[in-house]
């Protein structure tokens, strides 16, 4: 059964300190997303990537948040320095989006718990 | 994306069917209807999407007014780990599959 991973499943961190999450997609699939669910605020998506391309990534607070795919099978998700308020679950999702059109079914991995003191 | 509006909480006996409506007043024409729901601790699933008709799969059935105003999700029969988070989740066609998650209706099954 094909799925979502990443890793780290739990982190705690200290504020100041960097964060880097990663995700491995689906195999086969080029789109992938980045989500941050907090209890306040809900899920909100902060970055989107289709065949390892950047395209949106308005929900990303710029100045302390990076998202890369290096390669296809690997998206990462970087916070420098990171803050309390960015204690969340972040959950990555792929998908598969053919030429011109849109994905239709997201997959979710189980998410990464961060927490920073 | 249209705005959707789902009651915050529902119960239901296990074995019986599982009725989760969802307003969308405002969808457009070119706007599909999606159903995601999160067991605690876990990763959004999907469960189901529709545009005009009807839908059906394993997991549920999708019930679309004609209107296309509100929507229903069903699950048959209902099962003690079918307790979830649900998403009723408005998504535009043109779009590039952008989900945009409210709060969702929080599906608790009784024994």
């Known amino acids: 059964d094909a799925r979502v991973t990443q890793t780290p499943r739990h982190k705690v961190t200290e504020m100041g300190q960097e964060v880097t999450m990663r995700c491995q997609p689906i195999?086969?699939?080029?789109?992938v997303f980045w989500y941050r669910q907090t209890m306040m605020q809900g899920l909100e998506l902060l970055a989107y990537?289709?065949?390892?391309?950047?395209?949106?990534d308005s929900g990303m607070p710029k100045d302390r948040f990076s998202a890369e795919m290096p390669d296809a099978t690997l998206a990462t998700l970087k916070i420098q320095p990171s803050e309390p308020r960015d204690s969340a679950v972040y959950f990555c999702?792929?998908?598969?989006?053919?030429?011109?059109?849109?994905?239709?079914?997201?997959?979710f991995g189980p998410g990464t718990r961060l927490t920073v003191l | 994306d249209a705005k959707t509006t789902q009651p915050p909480s529902m119960d239901c006996a296990e074995g019986r069917a599982a009725n989760l409506p969802c307003n969308h007043s405002t969808i457009s024409g070119n706007e599909y209807v999606y159903w995601y729901r999160q067991i605690h601790s876990q990763g959004p699933q999907y469960i189901i999407h529709g545009l005009k008709n009807n839908e059906t799969n394993e997991m549920a059935s999708l019930i679309i007014t004609e209107d296309r105003k509100s929507s229903t999700l069903i699950l048959p029969h209902a099962t003690l780990r079918d307790t979830a988070v649900y998403y009723c989740?408005?998504?535009?066609?043109?779009?590039?599959?952008?989900?945009?998650f409210g709060q969702g209706t929080i599906l608790t099954v009784h024994p």
């Open positions: 999702a792929s998908g598969l989006t053919p030429d011109g059109g849109w994905t239709d079914t997201q997959y």
């Open positions: 989740i408005v998504r535009s066609g043109t779009s590039y599959g952008k989900l945009t």
């Open positions: 195999l086969g699939h080029n789109t």
């Open positions: 990537f289709r065949n390892r391309a950047p395209l949106d």
